[in-house]
């Protein structure tokens, strides 16, 4: 199984340049999210999706924007972008059954290492 | 905003020593999972505990929840080479689409 699945790796952009980094999922997953890690931090939600259509911020959604338009997929967007950008992007994706359910484990991608110049 | 407070923030051992992480949060939790992430690496889960007093083992490693589900520790019992990793302590809330709260995050090395 292939898991979280998110391209590019690495990339360059530069200032006022826009991007869509990819995430997609093969384990039919409801829930899927973008963070940000920041040298010496942890992660900051981004967005988080509870379903195909449906989306909503989290704790830092400025300056990107997200969609979901199947299951497998949840693209994050960058605009305009800018150096305080700059830092590692992980996607993750959980499952959470209609009787709802606690702690249900999130799985990540390997991430996106992107530098704004 | 709910904030997770992990100490240290760094630590360096050597083999076989042992050690704690601590998490901290002013806030109550339904539920903290711990993760470990190496370099180039998504986190990947260790354990998840939703009850206040629950000790969980994984081989080495002894994981506690708080009492008043607000706190959590991580002991590792002679550390090993391939413990080294960022441990990453995070806190989930009932009825928050299973969003996570990541601690700060602990960078233990582990040397011969």
């Known amino acids: 199984n292939a898991g979280v699945t998110q391209t590019p790796k690495f990339r360059i952009l530069k200032i006022g340049q826009s991007m869509t980094l990819q995430c997609t999922q093969d384990m039919n997953h409801n829930y899927m999210y973008w963070y940000r890690q920041d040298p010496g931090m942890g992660l900051k939600l981004i967005y988080y999706s509870v379903g195909a259509g449906i989306t909503d911020k989290g704790e830092v959604p400025n300056g990107y924007n997200v969609s979901r338009s199947t299951t497998e997929d949840f693209p994050l967007r960058l605009e305009l972008a800018a150096p305080s950008q700059t830092s590692v992007y992980f996607c993750?994706?959980?499952?959470?059954?209609?009787?709802?359910?606690?702690?249900?484990?999130?799985?990540f991608g390997d991430g996106t290492r992107l530098s704004i110049l | 905003t709910q904030l997770l407070e992990q100490s240290p923030q760094f630590l360096s051992i050597q083999e076989g020593e042992n050690l704690t992480v601590y998490c901290n949060s002013s806030s109550v939790f339904s539920s903290l999972q711990w993760y470990r992430q190496e370099p180039g690496e998504g986190p990947v889960l260790l354990v998840t505990?939703?009850?206040?007093?629950e000790v969980k083992k994984l081989k080495r490693l002894t994981f506690q929840f708080g009492d008043a589900r607000k706190d959590s520790s991580l002991h590792i019992t002679a550390a090993q080479p391939g413990d080294t990793g960022l441990y990453l302590c995070a806190g989930g809330a009932t009825g928050t689409a299973s969003k996570l709260t990541f601690g700060t995050g602990t960078r233990l090395q582990v040397t011969l």
């Open positions: 505990v939703v009850t206040g007093g």
């Open positions: 993750a994706s959980s499952y959470r059954g209609r009787g709802g359910s606690v702690g249900q484990p999130q799985h």
